[in-house]
């Protein structure tokens, strides 16, 4: 049978300690931590993280980049360069993956550095970079393609692919043809509900549109005996964060929805509801997660010199 490794992320629980968050996330019974890099000076730092961890006894296989707008600034603005800071983090660590997000359309430097040369640049640190799908933006109520990789043809050129399920529906991709599109390189997934509406609201499991088991009974199938399948639930926790038990329960549910539809269950008996169901005509005003990457003008800091 393959194994199983899923994890939580740091990114929803960004406004607490990362002491706090981890301890919230074994609590829950996690195999371990995506840890998200912000603007929190000790998920910068190796040894202060591994303190962290050691304490709470959380594994951070995983780490994502400062790749949010909310994060920009975090290891500076080039890119590269932080794309770089990353995966030493990462290596310190001993995590075997590093998430990035796409570049906007105009950054071509970076999008040339991770066809050519950022593979191999982690190689060498004993790593990976898993390039992350995004989605496009809404303006002025049209769909705006700012980032280069939202369909999964656009993901092809790369060996480590890490599929968001959520993104994929903010850009009305099905994902269970995405995932048979992605399934030999696909290395990771952040699992979450998406509400519909053009919005990226990273749901708990059931409480959006998106048929997750049909997703994750095709994921669990085509695992081979000796791999690995490996998650991160990626959940938007804002109404739990000043209720720590509640935000613990939350979670632990969550993992336990995620575990039965990999095991075959039905959405029926887990999300208690059918599968596939019609998006709503508009997006809940508020429920979009607050952490989720949007465009920035072109021109701005985030472009690519």
């Not at 399920?165 to 994902?175: K, L, N, Q, R, Y």
């Not at 720590?244 to 999300?271: F, I, N, T, W």
Request: overall charge negative; aromatic content about 6%; proline content about 8%.
């Amino acid at each position: 049978m393959p194994s199983l490794r899923l994890l939580a992320s740091t990114g929803p629980l960004f406004a607490r300690p990362l002491d706090w968050a981890c301890g919230v996330i074994a609590e829950a019974g996690y195999d371990g931590v995506e840890l998200m890099v912000t603007q929190d000076p000790t998920t910068q730092d190796a040894q202060r993280v591994t303190e962290v961890t050691t304490r709470e006894g959380t594994p951070i296989p995983v780490v994502h980049g400062p790749f949010l707008l909310l994060t920009r600034r975090v290891f500076g603005t080039d890119l590269v360069e932080k794309a770089r800071r990353s995966l030493e983090l990462a290596a310190d660590l001993g995590s075997d993956l590093m998430i990035v997000h796409p570049p906007f359309r105009w950054q071509r430097s970076f999008h040339n550095w991770l066809i050519d040369e950022g593979e191999a640049e982690a190689a060498e640190l004993g790593t990976r970079i898993g390039v992350e799908n995004l989605y496009p933006v809404s303006v002025a109520g049209r769909p705006v393609r700012f980032h280069r990789y939202t369909e999964p043809e656009h993901l092809t050129p790369f060996p480590h692919v890490v599929l968001d399920t959520s993104h994929f529906g903010v850009a009305e991709v099905d994902i269970v043809a995405a995932w048979e599109r992605l399934k030999t390189t696909s290395v990771h997934l952040h699992v979450s509900d998406n509400r519909g509406g053009g919005r990226d609201s990273h749901a708990p499991l059931g409480h959006g549109i998106l048929p997750l088991a049909g997703f994750l009974h095709a994921v669990a199938e085509d695992a081979l005996p000796d791999e690995e399948i490996s998650i991160t639930l990626e959940l938007d926790c804002r109404r739990y964060l000043d209720d720590r038990s509640a935000l613990v329960g939350y979670l632990r549910q969550e993992r336990e929805k995620c575990v039965a539809l990999l095991d075959g269950a039905s959405a029926e008996d887990v999300l208690g509801r059918p599968d596939r169901v019609v998006a709503p005509p508009l997006p809940v005003a508020d429920e979009d997660d607050a952490d989720q990457p949007t465009a920035g003008p072109p021109g701005g800091e985030l472009a690519d010199v």
